[in-house]
């Protein structure tokens, strides 16, 4: 089959990270799945095939796409990446990677292709995997802990507190319809729905 594009979630596997900041790109791609299993006309069906991955495919913005949740942890996720990439033909300018961002706060996020990796390990594997750091980042915030001796690691590692986890969900529809935008009309129209996103403007509709 001819996809056209590909979302990756970026996570760590095991239910022990299920609810960590670090996942926020698992729990989008969950919640794809779970509009594919309710909606018969997004045809959702799981590929079985030797990697570090979790591989599905589905109709999304009338064509159909691999959905990925990779299985190699954060740091190697360039791994199982470039493995989907080269086997499904998948071109780095279809690719949207889903991660969490510390620059920005829960409730923003943007829309962009290219740039660096800004320290994150994931983006760091899959820019050296690809070769290129030319792909389609969605980046959902997940802000900064106010305790500034805090590790990083400790904070993408720990739970959303329970105000964060309420918000969540519109957060994650939201840039679920952002990538719909994507994959039908471009990055300028995308970038235009995810950016001027807001926790106030969606409390107040």
């Not at 570090?52 to 064509?63: P, T, V």
């Not at 390990?121 to 805090?150: A, C, F, H, V, W």
Request: charged content about 25%.
């Amino acid at each position: 089959m001819d996809f056209k594009g590909a979302i990756v979630g970026l996570g760590n596997p095991g239910s022990e990270y299920e609810t960590t900041r670090h996942n926020i790109g698992f729990m989008l791609v969950d919640h794809l799945l779970h509009l594919a299993n309710g909606r018969k006309s997004m045809r959702l069906e799981k590929i079985e095939e030797s990697g570090d991955y979790d591989l599905w495919q589905c109709k999304f913005a009338g064509a159909y796409r691999l959905l990925v949740k990779p299985l190699t942890y954060m740091n190697l996720s360039g791994k199982a990446v470039s493995r989907v990439c080269g086997r499904h033909g998948i071109d780095p300018a279809d690719l949207v990677v889903v991660h969490d961002e510390l620059d920005l706060p829960v409730g923003r996020m943007k829309f962009k292709r290219g740039g660096g990796d800004n320290g994150h390990n994931g983006l760091k594997s899959i820019q050296e995997r690809l070769g290129t750091p030319d792909y389609n980042r969605l980046r959902l915030g997940i802000g900064r802990p106010e305790d500034q001796y805090m590790p990083v690691t400790d904070w993408v590692l720990g739970s959303f507190d329970s105000a964060a986890q309420a918000v969540l969900p519109g957060i994650i529809e939201h840039a679920v319809k952002g990538l719909d935008i994507f994959f039908r009309r471009g990055m300028g129209f995308a970038q235009q729905h995810v950016n001027a996103f807001s926790l106030r403007e969606e409390e107040s509709e």
